[in-house]
């Protein structure tokens, strides 16, 4: 079964600061790669997705992801983050043939302002 | 358009009784899905319908879980003789399809807390 890792659990930082999330995917086939994010007291938002083409995919809210298929990595970057951007995020992958998403354990990002 | 509604949104019952949560998914979606968020493991899958088709159940934890889907619409997942370790968020999406290129949209969860 596939596994999703992100490192650093929690995170601080300034607004204004770069944000940038690791996520990495242990599966040799095909993928499908998510970010999520939950916002304080709501529901699982999608952030941004990639499924073909272009590996630096543009997402909502000024996040960008990079998939670079050698090293089996989706990262999530923003170069200058918000009070706003306080919340969890998550890496989620699904694969061909396999609907369900796999997710990772999640950031918590604190974003001080 | 209203997205997916659970219901209720927090539930609290002692250990060993059933509970029912709740799914209503965005109207034109065929499939739904099912997942658990605990404090241990992360966000979990649980079950999948889609359709007609027979439900892809692989991600039940245990016998005690089980999921219907009526009517190809709202679904109900069930939680026989409720133990500690169910505690947790039970979060159901929809998609349009089951397809892995579509994106699947949450539901605000059921809080479950066993006592």
């Known amino acids: 079964a596939q596994s999703v890792s992100q490192h650093n659990h929690h995170v601080i930082l300034s607004e204004a600061a770069s944000l940038e999330l690791g996520c990495n995917y242990s599966?040799?086939?095909?993928?499908?790669l998510f970010w999520y994010v939950q916002y304080p007291g709501q529901h699982l938002q999608l952030l941004l997705k990639y499924f073909s083409g272009d590996p630096l995919v543009k997402g909502i809210k000024g996040f960008e992801a990079e998939f670079i298929k050698s090293k089996f990595s989706f990262n999530l970057r923003k170069p200058s983050v918000q009070w706003s951007d306080t919340a969890e995020y998550f890496c989620a992958v699904t694969t061909y043939g396999n609907n369900r998403l796999a997710f990772g354990k999640g950031n918590q990002v604190v974003v001080i302002p | 358009g209203a997205g997916v509604s659970q219901s209720p949104s927090n539930k609290v019952t002692e250990k060993g009784k059933d509970v029912e949560l709740r799914c209503d998914p965005i109207?034109?979606?065929?499939?739904l899905y099912w997942y658990r968020q605990s404090l241990g493991q992360g966000l979990e899958f649980l079950i999948y319908f889609q359709g007609n088709s027979a439900p892809d159940k692989s991600g039940l934890p245990s016998d005690r879980f089980s999921a219907e889907r009526t009517g190809g619409s709202v679904s109900t997942l069930t939680i026989q003789r409720t133990q500690q370790e169910d505690s947790a968020v039970y979060l159901c999406a929809s998609s349009l399809e089951v397809s892995n290129n579509q994106p699947q949209h949450f539901g605000d969860g059921t809080r479950l807390s066993i006592l």
């Open positions: 109207s034109g979606h065929t499939a």
């Open positions: 599966y040799g086939g095909t993928v499908n």
